[in-house]
């Protein structure tokens, strides 16, 4: 069953067109990433989803309903999170959740049950008297996620949800993203800059850039299809930019990653051995060497660089 149909979409802000041609389902109690550089278009899409803008073209259904004609009926059907939140800081947490709810039609004993389960859900309950102004970033990125749900909404549509986080509270609200979709069984629509992210909580993504899908899958045959692995290593005595101009001389497909260099490599074996030679030659020792299958990151670089050497213009 399909949560959400996105049909021949675009959008134009004047002569700047946004969305070109965008058109992609998300399927019921999925996990979809929608992923790109910064300005691919991402977040006008979240947007139109969202019913918070119009496209100029195409059409959106969410649960069957026009995100533009039936805005209302989509609005009771998805919970929102987007990356500037609008929580009121002079409010409390519970006062946050009480009002959302209230709003969406619960009455006052539904709204307070919700309010101190999501408190609790969300490990909350000893924050929950206090202003939200005084909540740190990982709090009030889980009171977002509260607030997003506080009227029980089939999808959650999350706008870059752990930006800002450090690594411990990102991680806690991964496992919390987790248990939405394996245990309440919604459908998550995300956005996310962090490409690990993704590859642990989506299902699926979509790959957007310049307002146009450029790849779709899930992230497993998607790192399959590059057919590359990463050799990356390092070398003391010698700047790493003349290293790296030096293997592109010899063919070498590579790129600069701080004072590491990068090779990406159809056969491993082989280019192992021939940077070995190269580096005997010029008296340089290899250091950390790592041969690795392609990460998200690795894809998300392909498909957004403009260069099909590398096997991107397949994927």
Known sequence: MTAIQVDHVKKAYGTVQALADVSFHVNSGESFGLLGPNGAGKSTLIRIISTLESPTAGEVLVSGHSAAKDAHRVR?????????????????????????????GSTAHQARNRADFLMERFQLTDVAGRHVGTY???????????????????IVILDEPTTGLDPTNRLALWD???????????????????????????????????GHIVAEGTPRDLKREMGYSVIRF???????????????????????????????????EEDVFRLGELMKAERLTMQNLEVRPPSLDDVFLHLTSGENTKGAANL
Not at 76 to 99: F, W, Y
Not at 137 to 146: E, H, I, P, Q, T
Not at 245 to 252: E, N, Q, T
């Open 76 to 104: 009771q059907k998805i919970g929102v999170a987007l990356q500037e939140t609008g929580l009121d800081p002079l409010m409390t947490g519970r006062e946050i959740l009480l009002l959302t709810a209230r709003l969406f």
């Open 136 to 154: 740190s970033g990982g709090m009030r990125r889980r009171l977002d996620l509260a607030v997003a749900l506080a009227h029980e909404p089939d």
């Open 176 to 210: 919390l993203l987790r248990s939405l979709s394996q245990d309440d069984h919604k459908t998550l629509l995300m956005t996310t800059q962090y490409l690990e992210e993704a590859d642990a909580l989506c299902d699926r993504v979509l790959f957007i850039d310049h």
């Open 234 to 268: 390092s070398a003391a005595g010698t700047a790493p930019d003349w290293l790296a101009a030096y293997l592109i001389g010899h063919r070498f497909d590579c790129e600069l990653d701080g004072a590491s260099i990068e090779i990406y490599s159809a056969n491993p």
